[in-house]
């Protein structure tokens, strides 16, 4: 059984910063990737970072490039995502996300989830 548990959420000013975290425990050793993902009220879920374990190689998309950066810690079997400049619009639940694809660049291939985290940017 797998077990993806994240925190740090909360809630901040805008231009401010949140780090989050998520935990993997359970039969983890087959996770080829690691992602993030957020879904706003009303929103479809939306793709945020992903981080491949053996190397550490990462994929964002526009929306966030320059401004969250995801890592991991592979000893601690944690991922990180460091969020800056936050905007009210980053406003949302944040999941923490796993496959044991190679295809870990493709968002859909993502088959173990935490139970998601709030994050929510006050203007």
């Known amino acids: 059984q797998v077990h993806l548990v994240e925190s740090g959420g909360g809630l901040v000013q805008a231009g401010g910063s949140l780090r989050l975290s998520c935990l993997t425990s359970?039969?983890?050793?087959?996770?080829?990737?690691m992602g993030w993902f957020r879904q706003a009220p009303g929103k479809e879920r939306e793709f945020v970072a992903s981080i491949r374990w053996s190397d550490g190689d990462t994929y964002y998309p526009d929306s966030v490039k320059g401004r969250f950066t995801i890592s991991r810690d592979n000893a601690q079997n944690t991922v990180y995502l460091q969020m800056n400049s936050l905007k009210p619009e980053d406003t949302a639940v944040y999941y923490c996300?796993?496959?044991?694809?190679?295809?870990?660049?493709?968002?859909?291939?993502?088959?173990?989830w935490g139970q998601g985290t709030q994050v929510t940017v006050s203007s």
């Open positions: 996300a796993a496959t044991n694809s190679r295809l870990w660049y493709l968002t859909t291939v993502y088959n173990f």
């Open positions: 359970g039969r983890t050793f087959n996770f080829y990737a």
